[in-house]
C-alpha cells in the first residue's frame, strides 16, 4: 500500500536548516559583558542596562529636588547665624578691668504667640538668637508670658520699682543686689538693652513702658460686691434639713500661677498724667525682632514658602541681633507722610497672620452660676494686640532702638565661614576618614624601619 504523505524533496529540507544556521550565527557570536570582579566581590549588584520607568523618574525627581532645597537652605541658614556669630565674637575676647565686674546684660521679652503656646517663640529664640549671644559673650535674662498682657504687667511692674526702689515686699532680684553691695561687686553702668520677639509682644513692650512711667504707683481700686439681702435672708433662716440634705462643697483649686493684676491706667490717661521727676532722658533701647507664625490649613503653601526660604530670616534676624551686641543706637523715626511713627509700624506685617480669635470681640455672657452667687468683679481684660499702639509724645522721644553701623555690616558680609562648621555628620564623618587614609602615620620609635 502506498504512503499517502509523499517525502520531501532534498532542496526544500536544506533551505530552511541554511536560513536557521545564518539567523543563529550572529547570537551564537555575541557574548554579555562580565560584571567586574571587584565589584563582584564587595557585593554589588549588576547595575540595571536600561532607564528607569516614567513614574520612578517622576518621583526621584521630584524627591530629588524637595531634598536638595532642604538641604540647600539649612546649610546658608547656618552660614547666616555663622557669619553674624563671628561678626560680634571679638566682643567676648575683650578684657575687663575688674575681676568681679559684671557683664553687660539684656533683657529678652517673648510671648506665646496669637493662637499658639510659648514653646514656639522658646524654639524661635532658640534657633536664630541664642548661638549669636552666646559668641557675643554677654549676659541675658527672660521675661516670658503665656497669655496676652502678660508682658505688659512685668514691663509696667519693672519701671514702678525703680520710681519707688523701697517697698515691704521683695523679689529674688532685690536680694542678689542686697548681697552684691555687701560683697562690694561693681554694676554695669554701660549701655544695657531689650529683645522684643514678636509683634505682639512689641504692643505690650510699648503698653508697659507708658503704663509704668505715666500710670499710678498704686493699684486702682476695683468696686465691691453688692451683697443681695434675699441670700443673707435664706442663709439666716435656712432649717436642719437643708443643711443635712446640702452637699459637702469641695474646696476650690488654686492656680499655681498668680492672677495677672489689672492696668493702672488706660492709653486715654495719657495727656492728662504727669511725669517723675526721675524719668531718665534716654530709656534703655531696644530691638524688636521679627518673629513670622502663621496657622491654618489654608496657609500651607505660605507656610511652605516660608520653610524653604529659613535663610533670609536666619540673616534679617543675626543683623538686629548683632546690632544689640555691639551697642549702636539711635532715635525712632517717623514716617515719609510725618503722620505715624516707627513704634507704631514696625513689624505691622506679622499681624495679617494672626488668628480670627484675636480680633473678634469677647462676648461675657454671665453664667448661671454666677446669677447665684455673687462673686468679686473682675476689672475687664484689656485687649492689647487687637488695639493699635498708642503713644505719648514725652515717652515716644526717649524711646531708642539699636542699629547697625553700615561699616560693621560691611565687615560682617566679607567674613568666610569654612564648609568644615556647616557640615553635617556624614560628610564630616567622610572629610575625617578621608584625611586619615591619606594622612602619613607618625614615625614610632619602636619600629625597626624608624
Request: one cysteine or more; glycine letters at 4%; hydrophobic letters at 30%.
Amino acid at each position: 500500500m502506498a504512503d499517502p504523505t509523499p517525502p520531501p524533496a532534498p532542496g526544500a529540507a536544506s533551505a530552511p536548516a541554511t536560513s536557521t544556521g545564518a539567523a543563529a550565527s550572529p547570537a551564537a557570536t555575541y557574548k554579555a559583558p562580565k560584571p567586574n570582579p571587584a565589584f563582584r566581590m564587595m557585593g554589588i549588584p549588576v547595575l540595571p542596562r536600561k532607564l528607569p520607568s516614567r513614574n520612578w523618574m517622576i518621583f526621584i525627581a521630584v524627591t530629588s529636588s524637595i531634598s536638595a532645597a532642604v538641604i540647600y537652605d539649612k546649610r546658608e541658614k547656618k552660614r547666616a547665624t555663622a557669619r553674624w556669630s563671628k561678626a560680634v565674637s571679638h566682643l567676648a575676647k575683650e578684657p575687663i578691668s575688674n575681676p568681679n565686674q559684671m557683664p553687660r546684660k539684656l533683657t529678652i521679652f517673648l510671648e506665646s504667640p496669637p493662637g499658639d503656646g510659648l514653646r514656639v517663640a522658646q524654639d524661635h529664640f532658640t534657633e536664630y538668637i541664642k548661638p549669636i549671644l552666646a559668641s557675643s559673650g554677654l549676659d541675658w535674662e527672660f521675661v516670658q508670658g503665656r497669655k496676652e498682657g502678660d508682658v505688659r504687667a512685668a514691663v509696667a511692674e519693672r519701671i514702678r520699682r525703680t520710681r519707688q526702689p523701697e517697698t515691704n515686699t521683695q523679689i529674688q532680684d532685690d536680694v542678689v543686689q542686697h548681697i552684691r553691695k555687701q560683697n562690694g561687686t561693681p554694676e554695669y553702668n554701660g549701655m544695657r538693652g531689650d529683645i522684643v520677639i514678636g509683634r505682639h509682644t512689641w504692643k505690650e513692650y510699648v503698653r508697659g513702658l507708658h503704663e509704668g512711667w505715666l500710670g499710678p504707683l498704686t493699684p486702682p481700686q476695683l468696686p465691691e460686691p453688692e451683697v443681695q439681702k434675699a441670700e443673707e435672708t435664706q442663709a439666716s433662716e435656712g432649717s436642719e434639713d437643708t443643711k443635712e440634705t446640702k452637699p459637702e462643697e469641695k474646696p476650690e483649686k488654686k492656680s499655681e500661677r498668680p492672677p495677672q493684676p489689672p492696668p493702672y491706667n488706660t492709653t486715654n490717661d495719657y495727656p492728662t498724667s504727669a511725669l517723675p521727676m526721675l524719668i531718665p532722658s534716654e530709656f534703655s533701647p531696644s530691638a524688636p525682632i521679627g518673629f513670622p507664625h502663621i496657622l491654618g490649613f489654608s496657609n500651607t503653601l505660605i507656610r511652605t514658602r516660608r520653610f524653604f526660604n529659613r535663610r533670609s530670616l536666619a540673616d534679617d534676624v543675626g543683623r538686629e541681633v548683632a546690632a544689640v551686641c555691639l551697642a549702636a543706637a539711635r532715635e525712632y523715626r517717623e514716617d515719609a507722610d510725618m503722620t505715624r511713627s516707627e513704634q507704631q509700624t514696625v513689624l505691622e506685617h506679622e499681624e495679617r497672620d494672626w488668628v480670627k480669635s484675636v480680633w473678634k470681640e469677647q462676648e461675657q455672657k454671665p453664667k448661671e452660676d454666677d446669677k447665684q452667687e455673687p462673686s468679686t468683679p473682675a476689672a475687664p481684660a484689656e485687649k492689647i494686640w487687637a488695639s493699635p499702639v498708642v503713644l505719648d509724645p514725652r515717652i515716644a522721644m526717649r524711646m531708642r532702638r539699636f542699629e547697625i553701623q553700615p561699616e560693621e555690616e560691611a565687615r560682617a558680609r566679607q567674613i568666610v565661614v569654612p564648609e568644615e562648621e556647616l557640615e553635617g555628620w556624614i560628610r564630616g564623618s567622610l572629610r575625617s576618614l578621608y584625611r586619615w587614609a591619606v594622612s602619613k602615620p607618625e614615625p614610632n620609635p619602636s619600629w625597626p624601619d624608624e
